[in-house]
């Protein structure tokens, strides 16, 4: 049997750090505060003038690759997870591939939002137990969501910011990856997302214009408060009963990234300790599609997640779009 094997991971987080202290001043009044009680944030990095999300994935990945002992040109394949791609075509895996001279891969970009990284690392698991000619695939998650906010609107500038989290996937014949389930729930596709700049709003003066002048991201209308407080567990309980696993059998849970709170509730729903479930919103904001690879990379890096330890991650992204995964660490 050929099972993919994470072989390590690689992060890259913006130098700039936006404070609470600095969101008050930026919006006049007092929220930092009110974002560390309810939601856990205290600061957050937002990329570069200079920086495209393409140079977040670049300089992950080379941490990834240097720490896996793989050159750019032994890589079979770059898969990308981002909603904020360097543009809207072609895809950013292309342009990380010429960055990184990873002149044997091949590419593609992968979007669902939020939970993008777990997909791709469930479609990437799956190419490399399916087909011997993948060796080496290299799955980026990366975020530049601060370039679509409005600095203005409070739901949205005190929660995103920017940043890249890898892994490098091999092959092995003791099971690595062992599983995964998606789920979305489409009917809050207009929910949360950047709405202008598609074939369904095109960017024209009349659009931007409703956004500040740019795309923007946007909370247009409320879905459950409880959305990832139930439905995460149900995720999880579909994937470790197929494996003939259980919850305790789980050494750490890694969740998106957007409320500390609601990984409290959702860890005592499990009746599981905090203790399993590592988290980096308070420190790095939230980072979307990057917020899982980048906070694994940080539990590894803190000795949290050893050999032989079941990670289970667990993601969900406006679409709503949910993706989970199982994966024994090998690394």
């Known amino acids: 049997m050929r099972y993919a094997q994470i072989l390590s991971t690689g992060r890259y987080v913006p130098e700039k750090v936006i404070t609470n202290a600095d969101m ?6 007092s929220v930092g505060d009110w974002l ?18 393409s140079d977040l994935c670049v300089a992950a990945a080379r941490q990834a690759l240097e720490r896996a002992g793989t050159r750019p040109d032994e890589l079979d ?9 360097d543009y809207l075509s072609p ?19 992968l979007n669902c939002a939020c939970a993008g990284w777990v997909t791709a690392l469930d479609v990437a698991s799956k190419t490399i137990a399916a087909d011997d000619s993948y060796k080496r695939i290299l799955v980026v998650g990366a975020y ?17 910011a920017d940043g890249a989290g890898a892994v490098v996937l091999g092959a092995g014949d003791k099971p690595g990856f062992m599983g995964a389930r998606l789920l979305a729930n489409g009917e809050y596709h207009d929910a949360l997302g950047i709405y202008t700049g598609g074939t369904s709003r095109p960017a024209t003066a009349e659009t931007l214009q409703l956004t500040g002048g740019k795309p923007a991201v946007q909370f247009v209308r409320k879905f459950p408060s409880t959305f ?39 860890m005592k729903v499990l009746g599981q300790p905090m ?15 990057a917020c899982i690879p980048m906070t694994l990379d940080d539990a590894v890096e803190q000795g949290k997640v050893r050999r032989g330890d079941l990670v289970a991650f667990c993601a969900s992204g406006g679409g709503l779009s949910m993706a989970s995964a199982l994966y024994r660490w090998t690394a």
């Open 24 to 29: 008050d001043r930026i919006l006049g009044e």
């Open 77 to 85: 394949l770059i898969v990308i997870a981002t909603d904020t791609p």
């Open 275 to 289: 203790e399993k479930a590592h988290y980096t919103m308070d420190k790095w904001g939230y980072t979307g599609s």
């Open 36 to 53: 560390v009680q309810n939601v856990g944030i205290r600061e957050r990095h937002v990329m570069a003038d200079d920086q495209a999300t």
């Open 91 to 109: 895809a950013t895996s292309s342009v990380v591939q010429a960055k990184l001279g990873a002149v044997n891969a091949g590419t593609y970009d």
């Open 144 to 160: 530049g969501m601060t370039r679509y906010v409005n600095w203005k609107d409070k739901k949205t500038c005190t929660l995103f």
């Open 228 to 266: 990832n407080t139930e439905r995460w567990p149900q995720l999880l309980d579909i994937l470790l009963k197929r494996a003939g696993l259980t919850l305790n059998d789980v050494s750490q849970f890694v969740f998106t990234q957007l409320n500390l709170r609601t990984i409290e509730a959702t």
